[in-house]
């Protein structure tokens, strides 16, 4: 089973920006789809942003959209999240994940849409 290790989270003022990276153990991500979810403290897991395993096709959360922006590089098996103006409601864990399936046509956008998961970096945006 593929490993990710997400990193780059961290603590930021409001309006800043920062990097999330997600690192995975193996090359089949190259054929999945990948995304970026989030939880804050005593809130549901919501869904922030994902890419197809084809980079052609991406989708955001309304909260996000125009602000974060989801990037992969199937070279370095390593998928990206860039989060600029920030929020302090932005406040939360966030997690990669790799979908269930391979070469999946349309998007994930729910948490049952993937099957494996990284441990979350945390990231606090102060205001």
């Known amino acids: 089973q593929v490993r990710l290790v997400e990193s780059g989270g961290g603590l930021v003022q409001a309006g800043g920006s920062l990097r999330l990276s997600c690192l995975a153990s193996?090359?089949?991500?190259?054929?999945?789809?990948m995304g970026w979810f989030r939880q804050a403290p005593g809130k549901e897991r919501e869904f922030v942003a994902a890419?197809?395993?084809?980079?052609?096709?991406?989708s955001y959360a309304d909260s996000v959209k125009g602000r974060f922006t989801i990037s992969r590089d199937n070279n370095k098996n390593i998928v990206y999240l860039q989060m600029n103006s920030l929020k302090p409601e932005d406040t939360a864990v966030y997690y990669c994940?790799?979908?269930?399936?391979?070469?999946?046509?349309?998007?994930?956008?729910?948490?049952?849409?993937?099957?494996?998961w990284g441990q979350g970096t945390q990231v606090t945006v102060s205001s």
């Open positions: 890419i197809r395993w084809s980079r052609d096709i991406t």
């Open positions: 994940a790799l979908d269930s399936e391979p070469s999946r046509l349309r998007l994930g956008a729910t948490g049952a849409d993937f099957g494996s």
């Open positions: 193996s090359r089949i991500i190259r054929d999945y789809g």
